[in-house]
């Protein structure tokens, strides 16, 4: 049985964390672009079309964004990520997330993250959990789906309906909303690790 845990959103949630990771893009975006009056708006386009700002940069703009991952996930902003992974909360989810592989589950990570990012998140969580990621194609790109095995079954959450729509009709794909927002998704809902957890071992796919 394979589980596909997206990262931001899903299993990183702390939102002054998430904002940290906001802004350092956004940082970066005005480095490259010192031209733009608003670069925030610049980064959330580029991150919803391309599903990474470096893609998105180097796409529209010509940019070279190698040193994205050096600028953006820097120093102070793993520090402030291992203060999370140590933290409660994330670590009652890892709990969870241990016993679904005790359970069976092959549990990879798949984010738009770099390894930078996804290793300590999997490292925190348990050594049975994997990273999937080819710095080639993001999500939603088809390219991105294309890396698992396509003969078996995947589970895959995500907090973005973008993400999700991707793999909408293929059958061997079970794509699960994230989400802590009560408004139905045309996806199962679930809104904690927990309710995630326990969705897994009520549902047959």
């Keep these: 049985m394979s589980l596909l845990l997206d990262i931001d959103g899903v299993l990183i949630r702390d939102k002054k964390l998430l904002s940290h990771v906001k802004s350092n893009c956004v940082r970066y975006v005005r480095s490259k672009l010192p031209s733009e009056k608003n670069p925030h708006e610049v980064n959330a386009k580029l991150v ?15 940019i ?3 040193d994205f991952n050096k600028k953006v ?4 902003l793993i520090d402030h990520l291992w203060s999370i ?7 009652d989810d890892a709990e969870e997330i241990h016993a679904l592989t005790t359970d069976g589950w092959r549990v990879q990570l798949f984010s738009n993250c770099p390894l930078d990012w996804s290793l300590p998140v999997a490292q925190a969580i348990s050594d049975q959990v994997q990273v999937a990621s080819d710095g080639i194609y993001f999500k939603p790109d088809p390219g991105a789906y294309l890396k698992f095995n396509q003969k078996i079954k995947h589970t895959f959450v995500d907090d973005s309906l973008r993400n999700l729509d991707a793999v909408r009709s293929h059958t061997l794909w ?15 809902t679930v809104n904690s690790i927990w309710s995630l957890a326990l969705f897994l071992r009520s549902e047959k796919f």
């Excluded at 919803?48 to 010509?62: C, E, F, Q």
């Excluded at 996930?73 to 102070?76: A, V």
């Design 73 to 76: 996930y820097d120093g102070p």
């Design 174 to 188: 079970r794509p699960v909303h994230f989400s802590t927002d009560s408004r139905q998704s045309d996806y199962p």
């Design 64 to 66: 070279d964004a190698s």
């Design 48 to 62: 919803k079309l391309y599903g990474h700002t470096a893609r998105g940069l180097k796409s529209v703009y010509n």
């Design 85 to 91: 992974l140590s933290g409660k909360e994330f670590q």
